[in-house]
């Protein structure tokens, strides 16, 4: 008789792993480096930006996001924040993006799930607007590299006022 067969864990993150992939990508799109940010998402990753104020596990299918891309949409996004044509951001914003309180919450399906909270700092054309919140990662491994399966950032605002628009990767 044989034994049924085991199920392969990956091996749980370290917080320091966490932190580290979180403030890599923090620097990543700080840089405009946005071939390397796309680069930490796992193949059929989500990246999800639900309205200002957003109760937690609003659902993009049946509510209005700012941003819902999937995998491909989302290597669409980066293709086009490159393009010169993309007004909203060319020339680029300046950014500085600040990550702190990462905590690991636990496993959640193949990965686990991660939060942080996030104050970025985007200035343009003689204005600086100021966005914060948080942002509920499900990481995973893909072979030994940590990667982002899933992306949600929660913008702990009232509303996108004086800003009125998301136009660069929060």
Known sequence: MSRPALAVVARAPTRAEVEDLLFDEAMLLDEWKLE???????????????????????????????????????????????????????????CTRLVSNVRILGPRGDGWAVRCAFVTHRSKADVTDVYAGHHLYILTRVGDDLKIARKTTHLDMSSLRPQGRVSIIV
């Open 36 to 94: 390397e940010w796309f680069a930490l998402f796992a193949p059929g990753a989500r990246y999800e930006v639900p309205p200002a104020n957003a109760e937690e596990g609003v659902d993009s299918a049946v509510s209005l996001f700012y941003i819902a891309d999937d995998y491909e949409r989302l290597r669409y996004r980066v293709d086009r924040l490159q393009d010169v044509n993309a007004h909203a951001e060319y020339p680029h914003s300046r």
